[in-house]
């Protein structure tokens, strides 16, 4: 059974950072890309960002491109997103994902960020 | 890029069929259909649907599918059950970047 399991959300500050995690496990992790998609509260969804099986292609939203980076340990099976000058805007449940981007088949039960002084 | 438009709310009986539609622009769904619909119940996650169009994945229900003319994609659920309460969201890719709609609420009366 495919599972993905998120952890690391909490409540930080406006220009802190934070580190999410996803677990996979039940199938080859190495073998699909991933993404992370973001839901801000009673709001609807919003792709985040895109990592390649490699790690070697990446994309990411303009609202996060150069505060947030994704990245993947494939020994590990674990998907990760370093969040950085987060801002109130990015209070969201984060939801890991697979898929290429045009679909994501499998998703995580999310992991809920709060930013806030 | 703006969010897809869908309307905000759908309601229909129980065996009914209801349309949810999906507008956005040519550069928003590019050269091929790859418009993919998820369904999320209060509280959890978003499930995979439809994608690529009109393809389902396995164990979902043949009650769902899809469509595209133009500009706007839309989904079809015929024989309305209460279990199909829930949000629904259309998702287009373009340009390596996915586009989410506003998503729609669909009531079972």
């Known amino acids: 059974e495919v599972q993905l399991v998120e952890s690391g959300g909490d409540l930080v500050q406006p220009g802190g950072s934070l580190r999410l995690s996803c677990a996979a496990s039940g199938f080859t992790f190495s073998g699909h890309e991933m993404n992370w998609v973001r839901q801000a509260p009673g709001k609807g969804l919003e792709w985040v960002s895109y990592i390649h099986n490699s790690g070697t292609t990446i994309y990411y939203a303009d609202s996060v491109k150069g505060r947030f980076t994704i990245s993947r340990d494939n020994a590990k099976s674990s998907l990760y997103l370093q969040m950085s000058s987060v801002r109130p805007e990015d209070t969201a449940i984060y939801y890991c994902t697979r898929g290429p981007g045009y679909y994501f088949d499998y998703w995580g039960q999310g992991t809920l960020v709060t930013v806030s002084s | 890029q703006s969010a897809l438009t869908q309307p905000t709310s759908v309601s229909g009986s129980p065996g009914q069929s209801i349309t949810i539609s999906c507008t956005g622009t040519s550069s928003n769904f590019g050269t091929y259909n790859l418009v993919s619909w998820y369904r999320q119940h209060p509280g959890k996650a978003p499930k995979l649907i439809l994608y690529?169009?009109?393809k389902r994945p396995s164990g979902v229900s043949d009650r769902f599918s899809g469509s595209k003319s133009g500009n706007t994609a839309s989904l079809t659920i015929s024989g309305l059950r209460a279990e199909d309460e829930a949000d629904y969201y259309c998702s287009s890719y373009a340009d390596s970047s996915p586009l989410f709609g506003g998503g729609t609420k669909v009531t079972v009366l």
């Open positions: 690529a169009g009109n």
